[in-house]
């Protein structure tokens, strides 16, 4: 059941994001009274989504130091230089900008996992790295968006509203993931719940973001102009991704499985995680919320893509 939801889910969320936008334009009201379910939702797919991640395992992650050497320079440095180089070139709003850096800055911890194992990638590796990929860029994010959008950005998002969302939604949520996982080694019963959590990411992000299509159907149509702009930013990036990884895959002399997991790892973007933060902007900068979501459906179907070219094309075996 988990395997056919995971495999499914691209078209999941595209069906949940039409419906939530024949709702947001049919009953309005119904929409804004939904809303009011965001964040709790929000707060257990987080939960949820914590307790598939071997928290308690981050220094056994360290064990291949060659790919976690890099998995670290491609996630946290090259990917980040490569949009610094674009973010000069983009002729966009500042919020559909920080829509576009919230979510290409931060590797994803969850759903890249099914893809490289999917993609015949080395999923024991992407299991053991996800802990410190979490750790890291809780750290860094706020360190990017100092560099890229400014103090004054910055301050703006610096707000009581955004550090409750923080300690509420990721802070509490891996606090309470963390005790799971703990409980979960010592007693069966547990570790038995556990993996039937496994079952409720797709479920929960399909109603996340069927509440978010409907609220936000006067930012989409609204932005309709700038999703084709940035749909091709998303693509681009996806391709770098690949690209990023048969190179440093290379460049770090791994084995193919290696390399396709490091290209599963660049194209898959965090972008549930920063969809606290970008709820809490204020309303003018909400078009950062519409592009996190849009950029989700994106990456989905360009997974789909990559199942095919990467194990194929990109990086077959030798």
């Known amino acids: 059941m988990r395997d056919q939801l995971e495999q499914q889910q691209s078209w999941i969320y595209l069906g949940f994001i039409c419906l939530g936008l024949a709702l947001g334009s049919g009953l309005p009201a119904l929409s804004a009274t939904l809303q009011q379910l965001l964040w709790p939702l929000l707060g257990l797919l ?35 230089a490569f949009l610094a180089l674009l973010v000069v070139w983009l002729p966009l709003s500042p919020p559909v900008l920080a829509g576009v850096l919230l979510v290409l800055l931060v590797p994803c911890t969850d759903w890249f996992i099914t893809f490289t194992h999917l993609g015949k990638g080395d999923t024991a590796r992407a299991v053991a790295a996800t802990p410190l990929l979490l750790l890291v860029q809780m750290i860094a994010l706020p360190v990017y968006l100092w560099l890229f959008l400014g103090s004054e ?6 707000s009581t509203e955004l550090l409750r969302a923080f ?13 799971t996982e703990y409980a979960a080694q010592r007693h069966k019963a547990v570790e038995r719940s556990v993996h039937k959590l496994g079952l409720l990411p797709v479920p929960l992000l399909a109603l996340v973001v069927f509440i978010i299509a409907a609220s ?12 084709v702009q940035v749909v091709f930013i998303f693509i681009g990036f996806l391709l770098f991704a690949a690209l990023l990884g048969k190179g440093l895959g290379k460049l770090f002399k ?51 893509a990559f199942l095919r070219w990467v194990p194929s094309k990109l990086l077959p075996k030798p």
Do not use: C
């Not at 220094?59 to 990917?79: E, W, Y």
């Not at 936000?216 to 999703?227: C, D, F, H, P």
């Not at 995680?273 to 809490?280: D, E, F, R």
């Open 216 to 227: 936000q159907i006067k930012t989409v149509l609204g932005l309709s102009q700038v999703l």
């Open 167 to 179: 300690a509420g939604l990721i802070l509490t949520p891996l606090a309470l993931a963390w005790l």
């Open 46 to 80: 987080l939960y949820v989504t914590f307790t598939q991640i071997p928290l308690l395992h981050i220094a056994q992650s360290m064990k291949d130091k060659r790919f976690m050497a890099a998995l670290m320079v491609g996630n946290f440095i090259a990917i980040p």
């Open 254 to 304: 791994l084995p193919t499985t290696s390399a396709r997991t490091l290209a599963f790892s660049f194209g898959t973007r965090n972008s549930f995680v920063m969809l606290p933060i970008a709820l809490t902007l204020p309303s003018a900068w909400q078009a950062a919320v519409v592009v996190i979501v849009f950029q989700s459906l994106v990456e989905l179907f360009g997974m789909v």
């Open 153 to 158: 950005w910055f301050q703006l998002t610096l």
